[in-house]
């Protein structure tokens, strides 16, 4: 480790040297151009709190500078899901060289960063420990400020990076560990108004998939079980097989998707006896099914995030003026959910922002960004080696105050639930 960070430290200089050969003007330019790019702040992010391996270097206007990211994806698929001390493997074997080539895309050496920004929340234990022990060691190695970061804020907040957002706005995140419908209204002020009470959306997906075979599909066989159900769906009929639309009758915005998924095994399990489907083999109808699953667990999304919206509204939230819902976690790269979103949005006057699929999944840069609005409002930032040493991570954080009993004290009735297909 201390070999590592001392051969980081020295990536500066060389740099410029290299340019020498070139014409007077292009090199007065390009020393020019660096220097002016030193000005900018820079933050380096790390994370690890699930499969991915990530990092980055971002600048404070929202550059990306230089990005590692290693997906574990291929081997948990092999394994038929995420076994923690594989996937902490994995990242230890990682994560020095995917940190090492974010720092070398960038162009900026160690020396050059700010500060290290570092998942410590919430996550699978055994991941976040080896992202947190490696960004504490670096920082107080390299000398540089420590921020720790949670993880689902970075997803939410990763849009800002890309696009002018502000506080506060309304904030879905669905993905592989969470489903959260939020009100996002600084930095440091987070407020649940829904959340699971059993499976995220992503988990369902995975589940599901991994219960319909789809890995013997070699279009599938190489991708997450959300992509896959969205690939195949393309192909079939939303209406074919009935699924219960969880929790709508309920006064509140919390989510259930395990019904969903056991709906879905009785299917399959009643398909594959009808037509005698054993081993490997795949269930007839397969398109059929993996749209009918994706539009009940759509449908489910999209009546909670409106039933959230007129808690918003009744509660005066928001500016009406400025309505704005953001999406993101993995599961938000799914073309028909961003559509059935995107219906809901404009029939209920909202503005619907989604980072692009890439900066929707796990990764270094929404660490990184996290970390760089911190550092410029000087918020959550640690300078002291003690104080640094002293962070733990966190498997579970609850984002922010949850306001669930008072959505259900409001007994919100909806008149008319928005229609997608
Ligand atoms: O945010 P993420 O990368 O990791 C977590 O923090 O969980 O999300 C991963 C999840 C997986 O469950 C994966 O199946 C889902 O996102 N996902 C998708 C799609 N791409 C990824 N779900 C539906 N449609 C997609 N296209
Ligand atoms: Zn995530």
């Given at each position: 480790m201390a070999a590592y960070i001392g051969h980081l430290c020295k990536l500066t200089l060389p740099r410029i040297r290299c340019?020498?050969?070139?014409?007077t003007y292009n090199h007065i330019r390009s020393i020019t151009s660096i220097v002016h790019q030193s000005k900018k702040q820079v933050v380096l992010g790390i994370e690890t709190s699930c499969d991915d391996t990530g990092a980055a270097v971002v600048s404070e206007d929202g550059e990306i500078l230089g990005e590692g990211l290693y997906s574990q994806q291929k081997i948990h698929l092999l394994h038929g899901g995420i076994i923690p001390p594989v996937a902490s493997r994995l990242h230890a074997e990682r994560i020095e060289s995917v940190v090492t080539t974010a720092i070398e895309r960038s162009g900026v050496s160690l020396d050059e960063i700010d500060a290290i920004a570092t998942t410590v929340?919430?996550?699978l234990s055994l991941s976040l420990s080896v992202g947190i022990n490696y960004g504490k060691k670096l920082a107080i190695s390299a000398n540089k400020p420590f921020i720790p970061i949670h993880h689902m804020e970075a997803h939410a907040l990763t849009i800002r990076m890309i696009e002018k957002v502000e506080f506060p706005f309304l904030v879905l995140l669905i993905s592989g560990g969470h489903s959260l419908l939020v009100l996002a209204r600084n930095l440091d002020d987070w407020c649940i108004i829904g959340k699971s009470v059993d499976d995220a959306p992503g988990e369902a997906l995975d589940k599901g998939a991994r219960r319909l075979k789809l890995r013997n599909i070699p279009e599938c066989s190489s991708v997450c079980g959300g992509q896959a159900i969205e690939y195949l769906a393309r192909e079939g009929n939303p209406r074919a097989f009935d699924f219960p639309t969880p929790m709508w009758k309920y006064r509140d915005c919390t989510f259930s998707f395990s019904g969903l998924k056991f709906t879905l095994k009785r299917i399959v399990e009643k398909l594959e006896e009808e037509y005698e489907i054993e081993g490997g083999r795949i269930i007839p109808q397969i398109e059929d099914v993996c749209a009918s699953y994706q539009y009940a667990i759509t449908k489910h999304i999209v009546r909670q995030t409106q039933k959230a919206m007129v808690y918003v509204e009744t509660r005066e939230l928001l500016p009406k003026e400025n309505y704005t819902l953001v999406v993101s976690g993995g599961v938000a790269c799914n073309q028909y959910i961003r559509r059935a979103l995107s219906l809901l949005c404009s029939e209920m006057g909202y503005r619907l922002v989604c980072p692009p699929p890439k900066l929707c999944t796990d990764n270094g840069i929404m660490i990184a960004w996290n970390g760089m609005e911190r550092w410029k409002t000087k918020t959550g930032i640690l300078y002291n080696k003690d104080d640094i040493e002293a962070v733990k991570f966190q498997p579970k954080c609850p984002i922010g105050e949850d306001l669930t009993d008072d959505v259900r004290s409001l007994g919100i009735k909806i008149k008319r639930w928005v229609k997608f297909r």
């Open positions: 340019h020498s050969r070139i014409d929340k919430p996550g």
